[in-house]
């Protein structure tokens, strides 16, 4: 069979290297803990790698696959040194906040490294995204007053957000997002309102393009974040670099902002 070529994208992207020196790895591990195909040594990598495998294969594929990773004895039965202690998973502990003890969550080290790396990349988001929505809000409430949202959004726009808030109407037990329509919008809505509302932001932006990609660019990492999935070390520099821009451009042009 063929290798998914989504998750073989996926861990290309993921361990950042050349199909070539993936296709040396995959020969290596069915060397190693062979006989297995080209397809499954390549999911097994990526299951080692921290890959959720879910996310491309069927479930018994899954299953199959986790019973293949070197170490696991589900193709047979578990051996035994005569010692409980050998079969104790290694401890890996996590951290996920500077005040707060490390936890063992059960995790591999691959997906525990993942965890504090996302660790720090959330807070520049959740700043990013908010700062993003503060400032589209505060220019078109300036010029347009209150009611600027049903005025200068487009009803595609209104809609999406209308149906978000209807549906946590139906959660009363979770928080709500905000006060305002704004904070219900993603990255691709905020995109949509600076396109049709060019004219109130064209001497804050460096151009349109400018400012258009990196909503585009930073909508797709944002949503593998808020799945608790690791995005890839390129996305990450992206992230960390209009992190920078954005904070520059704004202490830069602040004047602008109401």
Known sequence: MVTDRKLKSALLEHLEVTPQRLSQRVKKMKQDHGPMSTENATYVIAHQEGIDLTRYL???TVDRIRGLVPGSHSRGQPKSNGSARSRIPKQVLVSIGTDLPKVDALLSTTIASDAARMAELYPKYYVLENSVRFVI???LEYKYGPSWW?????EPVRKKVSDRKLKEKTQPWHGKRGQHEIFYSDFGDLKRIVQ???SDFKDLFPSQPWILQKLDELETPRNILAHHNPVGKR???RIDLYYQDWIALIRDRKQLIP
């Not at 049903?150 to 487009?154: G, S």
């Open 137 to 139: 809000k505060r220019i």
């Open 150 to 154: 049903q005025t200068q959004v487009a």
């Open 58 to 60: 069927p479930a018994e």
């Open 235 to 237: 996305d990450q520099q």
């Open 196 to 198: 049709k509302n060019w």
